[in-house]
């Protein structure tokens, strides 16, 4: 498991958990906020899936990844 943990918007991570078992990918919010390498697969799967709503999620919720681990969303 990846040691850093990611503070996901919890309405926007609740969304895009729930979008994602509608098509039949449960996902673990835990393993979303503990392992980096999981989440980021979880946000490249939401891509692969033909559904536009779920990919707008998952770069948002990537955006929101980018800007914690660059120290952006910290300075804002």
Known sequence: MTSAQTDWPVSALQAFTLRMAGHGFPVSSTLMKHDRLYALQQLQLAHTLADTGLREMAVELFRHFE?????????A
């Open 67 to 75: 800007r914690r681990q660059s120290g952006l969303a910290l300075a």
